[in-house]
């Protein structure tokens, strides 16, 4: 009986790695070589181009800056667990500040809190 509750929960436990999505912006190689498709020099590849260019912003771009991995393959890859996750806000947390403006105009414009769209707001009439 506990062998059986064992192998049903190995079972589990490797389903649900198996469904598990596996962003190529946050992967280390070890994460990439387990997709099926996916081999060291492979990972080594996808690994080497992200550190050196950044993260992917979509699967267009993984396919035109890893070499070998062509709109087939992507495809491929996806089906057994690959994602290119939101790489926005990887390059937003990575975006310099801006510079302090030079004069007091735009200094007091920078500081003013931004406005956002309110709902417009309903009309008044005042009768005397």
């Not at 059986?4 to 490797?14: E, G, M, N, R």
């Not at 060291?40 to 699967?59: C, N, Q």
């Not at 089906?79 to 105009?105: C, D, I, M, R």
């Amino acid at each position: 009986m506990i062998r059986k509750l064992l192998a049903a929960a190995a079972l589990i436990a490797v389903a649900t790695h198996a469904f598990a999505a596996i962003d190529v912006n946050t992967a280390n190689e070890d994460a990439l070589r387990g997709i099926k498709g996916i081999g060291p020099a492979r990972a080594k590849a996808i690994v080497d181009e992200r550190s050196a260019h950044g993260p992917f912003k979509d699967t267009a771009e993984l396919g035109q800056r890893v070499k070998g991995l062509g709109g087939h393959t992507i495809e491929r890859l996806q089906a057994e667990g690959l994602s290119v996750g939101p790489a926005a806000t990887v390059a937003t947390a990575a975006a310099p500040a801006p510079a302090p403006a030079t004069s007091a105009a735009p200094a007091r414009q920078a500081a003013a809190p931004a406005k956002t769209p309110a709902s417009p707001a309903p009309s008044v009439t005042v009768k005397k």
